[in-house]
């Protein structure tokens, strides 16, 4: 599957940016969907992630309540609603896709299989 992310930008702190993500190549309905960041020098770090149908999705803490990660299976894509961005908000956004049935929602890259090009996003202070 290839995915391909959009959305990035610059933005103001306490400001609101949306991510896309449209995957192609394979039924969309059979993977879960994830965000994940990466800042300059740091690790990738998991942000949200949502099986099909929605019924599981999965928030780092530090997202938890200012993000929403939804998806529109009849258009493969994902979103990303990120309200009241902060200043640690700033890096390079990957999405990400999982085959499979999952019980929880993975939370390591390492797990992922297929990865988008990155879009950065940037909020000043």
């Known amino acids: 599957v290839q995915l391909q992310a959009s959305g990035g930008g610059v933005v103001q702190a306490g400001g609101s940016l949306r991510l896309s993500c449209v995957a192609s190549?394979?039924?969309?309905?059979?993977?879960?969907m994830g965000w994940f960041r990466q800042a300059p020098g740091k690790e990738r770090q998991f942000v949200a992630a949502?099986?099909?149908?929605?019924?599981?999705?999965g928030y780092s803490d530090s997202v938890k309540g200012r993000f929403t990660i939804s998806r529109d299976n009849a258009k493969n894509t994902v979103y990303l609603q990120m309200n009241s961005l902060k200043p640690e908000d700033t890096a390079i956004y990957y999405c990400?896709?999982?085959?499979?049935?999952?019980?929880?929602?993975?939370?390591?890259?390492?797990?992922?299989?297929?990865w988008g090009q990155g879009t950065l996003v940037t909020v000043s202070s």
């Open positions: 990400a896709a999982i085959r499979g049935i999952w019980n929880t929602i993975p939370q390591t890259h390492e797990t992922y299989e297929y």
């Open positions: 190549g394979r039924p969309f309905g059979d993977y879960i």
């Open positions: 949502t099986n099909w149908s929605g019924a599981r999705i």
